[in-house]
């Protein structure tokens, strides 16, 4: 049996690489053997830091007997749903037709076609509390397809229809400060009045939520604010936190916020870093940057994308064991294993989180190694008009990119940008974000496409999401290009950053108002929006007390729709003449750190001292 995947550039594929399952790597392949042979696909969805995950390998894909009849019976392929989030998403939405309680490890069932007729999530090695034994779902399923093949074919046309239909979303109107208000007030009837946070057991950060919250306390309402702020407190002082490299945990599995699921995503630490910066809980953040810094980053100067959860602690595996060392303990042990994949779009989360709290609080730091992940991502972009999904070291996924990889990247390229004022940053996002609006089907309902297409596997079979509007721990492909395109338009003035932002948002907007505890990162972008563009250039002078007070007080104010620049006079000539007009004609006066202050591009006189710019800003 041929070994398909030693080679994968998913740790999570390479860790089942030992199955007796015959596995297939997502592709083409497969399917054609499947209709070859008149054969039901299993495709199962995972990722490495997936506890059930490893729990479903040890007990269910490591039994040679089950594999046999597996392999005998079904086409098995297996999916890191980081790796392919477009894959994942749209058979997490066909899933729902059978189950509410979707998760990972996600187990599918489909036809030689691709399409769903059968699907769960965790399948114990015997039945367990009514839950049946992954062989008496096997029978079922092997049954069904020999006795009943035109209903399953049936059913499967059905789900795959109403998936098409799904992805296609009625545009609303954008809320506004009477929506927003109604929204934090049904927010504020989710916390945990005890212990803070969002519902009860278990209990995530919603990290998105937290940024909208703030975006929102920025513009007048002190109960955003006040929301935010009880939850960041609370899981500061939390077993969510680990005190001795400074990084959050993924969730806690009670409600007061302990036993905590051990896995730390990226994602997870680089949304809660810039929370904490802008509340200015410098303690909290110094720890963040430090694990994402000295943990998370790899030689290559990209970020794994997650640790895990299990390691070995005196010779026995055990989950969460290492965490409970202090940092002496620890150093004589192995650390939970690193997900080394480095995925472009939380990349560049990390790239933007590490350039705005650095700039915020001052850590030169920070924004030097967002600048070299900035530079060790987006440098091929150029040549190839293209960005990788994922990569370890210099082997780079088949994945095609999707839109959050060039959401999240512009995003983080903008940020850098604002964060050093050098203009070939602003460029770069420029282009990704100029690339996906070329990239967009003239049919489409999205103004953003991905240049390449979608994966050609769901394209092919007709399972691909026109416009996939989830999002939850981390923002969708939609709101991340979105809030790209909207920075860009604060820069330069071009209006057809702020005409797609606004189309977007308008296809979310129904969902968002309705949803708001799933929607977080999409609410911040049409707050951005409502809010309306107001712009703080600071250029630079000689006197350097001076500028330090006024450039100091710049890069902490901190308002929903807001850019803050602080440039020298050479940067700023570089970035008009880069087309960026807000940069046209600011100058300093009489040698000081001038500050400009612009509405939609409409600027007041220029400030040159601290009390005055904190005049203007208040």
Known sequence: MPNRLATAVSPYLRSHADNPVDWQQWGPDPFAEAVRRQAPVLISIGYSTCHWCHVMARETFSD??????????????????????????????????????????LTIFATPEGKTFF????????????RPSFRQVLDAVLDAWTQRRTEVDSNAAQIATALAAQGSQKPGPLPRADDFAAIVSELTTYEDGEFAGFGGAPKFPVATVIGMLLDRETVGDARAGALARRMLTAMADSELRDPVEGGFFRYAVRRDWTEPHYERMLYDNALLLSAYARIDRVDIADGIASFLLTVMRLPSGGFASAQDSESTVDGAR???????????????????????????GWNGLAIEALATSGSRLGRQHWIDAARETAEYLSAGFAATGTLPRARIGQ???????????????????????????????????????????????PDSQSPFGVPGGADPVLTGHGLALAVDPSEGAYPSG????????????????????????????????????????SFGAALGVMSALDAGARQLVVVTGSGADASADVTALARRWDRSGSVVSVVN??????????????????????????????????????????????????
């Open 64 to 105: 040679p007997v089950l594999a046999g009849y597996l392999n005998e019976n079904f086409v098995a392929v297996k999916v890191d749903r980081e790796e392919y989030p477009d894959v994942d998403s749209s058979y997490l939405a066909s899933a729902g037709a059978f189950t509410e309680q979707l998760g990972w490890p």
């Open 119 to 130: 699907a769960g999530t965790y399948f114990p090695p015997v039945p367990v509390q009514g």
């Open 318 to 344: 055990v989950e969460g064991g290492y965490y409970a060392l202090d940092a002496e303990a620890r150093a004589g042990q192995v650390p939970p294993a690193l997900d080394e994949k480095v995925l472009t």
């Open 395 to 441: 082997l780079e996924s088949s994945a095609r990119p999707t839109l959050e990889d060039y959401g999240m990247l512009a995003a983080g390229l903008v940020a850098v940008a604002l964060a050093t004022g050098e203009a070939d940053y602003a460029t770069r996002a420029r282009d990704i974000v100029d690339a996906s609006l070329s990239a967009a089907a």
């Open 478 to 517: 939609l709101s991340a290009i979105s809030a790209a395109a909207l920075a860009l338009h604060r820069l330069s003035g071009e209006g057809k950053y702020l005409a797609a932002a606004t189309r977007a948002m308008e296809l979310l907007a129904p969902l968002a108002v309705q949803r708001p505890i």
């Open 569 to 618: 006079p050479e940067q700023a000539a570089s970035l008009a003449d880069a087309g960026f007009e807000l940069y046209e004609g600011r100058s300093t006066r009489d040698g000081l750190a001038t500050a400009y202050l612009c509405e939609d591009f409409v600027c007041q006189l220029p400030v040159t001292d601290a009390e005055s710019l904190a005049a203007l800003l208040a």
